[in-house]
DNA sequence: CATGCGTATTTGTGATCACAATTACCTTTG
DNA sequence: CAAAGGTAATTGTGATCACAAATACGCATG
């Protein structure tokens, strides 16, 4: 059965299915962009049955869209739906900002303080592709003290949604903006301020909404 | 590509991922019950490709989980699990139903009505797979006037993911009780009282938690 | 130059097979 | 009677092939 031997092996499905939710998690690849079963199969020298496993999990997912006839492809977002979106993250990651608060040490802040610098570096090279990874990883690594392992992995759904549509928006962005409300996320951390807490995340994710609503 | 003509035909995975979703979403299947790639191919007569794709995207979606040797299987729900869906499931379902109240007119509480009497009959036959369906329409009913079909499909999920469980727990469940909760939701959605909706949604969602947490 | 039309290529689907690993069952042994 | 060992059956994985439908391309026609 190919199964993992200790903990380095992966089963070729799932080692494509990793790789592409990362592309398009992070902005590698533009909204509507088309992805072929016997594409990514040549690129991976495997046959078309493990991507079509992957593939079919990443469009479950809500990653990838497919057509009438069984294309895929990333999907282009509508407003109403980016829109909609935003809210679902809005309202799952208030919920786990609060859930991980009582038990944020002072260990957790200073990672994330880390990681808001390395999103500042990504800002000021514009890296698009590195700003959203990194982005996402403060908000993930926050996440993790929730011990809340199912929202997670719903709010990630969520992300993997928007990644196309965000690499796309990013170009709109704004310049010189290191993370702002991130600031404010790690304030209320620092000061056990939950009511705080709750309307930075909400804000900062709510945030890239206003550039694309006109 | 044997695809669809008109509106009628399915694709064989698609087929077969639809049934095997009901199963699980409405109780059909114990927790732990083992599912095999061959067995389903022979209740369906087909091959095991299609088979593949539909059990791999349920495992996807939490629906099934696998083994570390490639089996799968319903879930099990640990109680922190079952406790942090709930949870997951009242945020998102007060959201839908908030939406959904400046657009509920009679016919829909009309409707909801309906099914309420349907639930009730289920519960007077105590036939537990008819009860969780109607539930879960009613909920779905009500939240497609939401006009939020990716928080919907969100909270699909988890209804999914709960299926089995919330099978095993209909038996210790209570005996003669019609829809409490419902009652005080569609009393909610006739004089638009959002504060009281918010309340009653979250107490219909949160109830089967207190006879688990023993 | 634009518009159909017909052919060739591309693409997803499903069946079948070989394979390796896990699991189940039965026999043997203490 | 219980535990251990070994064989047989079961199971998921990935490759390959045939097929039908959709798409792309080029040619002829107005």
């Given at each position: ?7 380095s092996?992966?089963a070729a ?7 592409l939710?990362m592309?398009?998690m ?8 088309a992805?072929?079963l016997?594409?990514?199969?040549e ?6 049955t ?5 593939l079919?999990?990443?469009a479950?997912?809500?990653a990838l ?9 990333t ?12 809210a679902l ?18 260990a957790?802040?200073e990672?994330?303080?880390s990681i ?5 570096v ?5 890296d ?7 982005n996402?990883e ?14 997670l992995?719903?709010v990630?759904?969520v ?28 304030a209320?951390?620092k000061a056990?301020?939950?009511p ?5 995340v ?7 909404l ?5």
């Amino acid at each position: 059965m190919a199964e993992k031997l200790q903990d380095s092996y992966l089963a070729a499905h799932d080692q494509l299915y990793r790789t592409l939710r990362m592309r398009i998690m992070y902005g590698e690849m533009r909204p509507g962009q088309a992805i072929t079963l016997r594409g990514v199969a040549e690129e991976f020298s495997v046959s078309v049955t493990p991507v079509r496993e992957a593939l079919k999990r990443l469009a479950a997912e809500g990653a990838l869209s497919i057509s009438v006839s069984g294309r895929f492809q990333t999907p282009a977002l509508t407003n109403d739906r980016i829109e909609e979106l935003a809210a679902l993250r809005a309202l799952i990651e208030v919920e786990l900002a609060t859930r991980a608060l009582p038990r944020a040490h002072m260990a957790l802040v200073e990672r994330l303080q880390s990681i808001n610098n390395s999103i500042s570096v990504a800002v000021a090279r514009a890296d698009a592709v590195t700003y959203i990874r990194t982005n996402l990883e403060f908000h993930r690594t926050l996440y993790l003290r929730a011990q809340a392992p199912a929202m997670l992995a719903t709010v990630e759904t969520v992300w993997l949604q928007m990644g196309p549509t965000m690499r796309a928006l990013y170009g709109r962005l704004q310049r010189k903006d290191p993370p702002m409300h991130h600031r404010l996320i790690l304030a209320a951390l620092k000061a056990g301020d939950e009511p705080g807490l709750r309307v930075a995340v909400r804000a900062d994710v709510t945030q890239g909404l206003r550039m694309l609503a006109r």
